[in-house]
């Protein structure tokens, strides 16, 4: 059974920086392809960036320049740098891999 687990969400000020981490277990964590979604009150999901097995990535364009997927298989742990926030960040950040889903961890950007 997959679980994902995620962490580093909070309160920053509009500017800052995160880093989200998600931590895998029940599957083999190295052939999966992860991706970090957010939904925001009253939108819908949406792809936040994707990283392949092999490394490559892909990021939404309202993040591009400021966010950054990586991912540690040792760890079996996917990241997200997430720098010069603006308010329009604020979300609750879920991972995903192999269709499973995390929790969510809430990220407010306010001053």
């Known amino acids: 059974q997959v679980q994902l687990v995620e962490s580093g969400g909070g309160l920053v000020q509009p500017g800052g920086s995160l880093r989200l981490s998600c931590a895998a277990s029940g599957v083999r964590f190295s052939v999966n392809a992860m991706g970090w979604y957010r939904q925001a009150p009253g939108k819908q999901r949406e792809l936040v960036a994707h990283?392949?097995?092999?490394?490559?990535?892909t990021y939404a364009e309202s993040v591009k320049g400021r966010f950054t997927i990586s991912r540690e298989n040792a760890k079996t742990t996917v990241y997200l740098h997430m720098n010069n926030l603006k308010s329009e960040d604020t979300a609750v950040y879920y991972c995903?891999?192999?269709?499973?889903w995390g929790q969510g961890t809430q990220v407010t950007v306010s001053s």
């Open positions: 995903t891999l192999a269709g499973s």
């Open positions: 990283i392949t097995s092999s490394g490559a990535t």
